[in-house]
């Protein structure tokens, strides 16, 4: 399971580290790819081929799934680790979540998820009032979840 915060800086030539407590889990190589709210998603091998077969089962005669495959697709790539623990990102990836310098590295269960710090300290801001309510919704058949 990923889970945390870490905070690092990415260079200009598109180079973050992650941290070593998540690279054991992503693997040799992952998946990098446009996440929802202009953030990058970051997938082991094993967790990209799960959604995959999930995504196949759209019907491709919906528009909405036919945007949302070709924007995710798109800009997926496989990527690995330097020798120093860094992975290269792409600038089409770089560009979409806004990474400027500093970048909050988060861990979502079956993914990573990359930000630029700006960005997810304006997100955090704008949802931290509404999360005990989101919470209720969304486990109001669940009372036992948390």
Same mark, same amino acid.
């Given at each position: 399971?990923?889970? %945390? ?5 990415? #260079?200009?030539? $598109? *180079?973050?580290? !992650? ?7 992503? =693997? ?46 798109? %800009? ?5 680790? #330097?020798?120093? $623990? *860094?992975?290269? !990102? ?7 979540? =806004? ?48």
């Amino acid at each position: 399971m990923l889970m %945390g915060e870490f905070h690092h800086n990415i #260079d200009d030539k $598109g *180079r973050l580290v !992650i941290p070593n407590k998540y690279r054991f889990e992503l =693997g040799q190589e992952f998946i990098i790819t446009r996440g929802l709210e202009k953030c990058l998603y970051v997938y082991p091998q094993k967790e990209w081929e799960k959604l995959v077969d999930k995504l196949n089962t759209l019907p491709f005669t919906k528009k909405d799934a036919r945007t949302f495959i070709r924007s995710f697709f798109s %800009g997926a790539t496989v990527c690995e680790f #330097d020798k120093t $623990g *860094r992975i290269n !990102i792409t600038s089409p990836l770089v560009s979409y979540a =806004g990474l400027t310098k500093e970048c909050v590295i988060i861990g979502v269960n079956d993914r990573l998820e990359i930000w630029d710090s700006d960005r997810f300290n304006e997100f955090m801001n704008e949802n931290s009032e509404a999360l005990e309510d989101i919470a209720e919704h969304l486990f109001e058949d669940h009372k036992d979840a948390l």
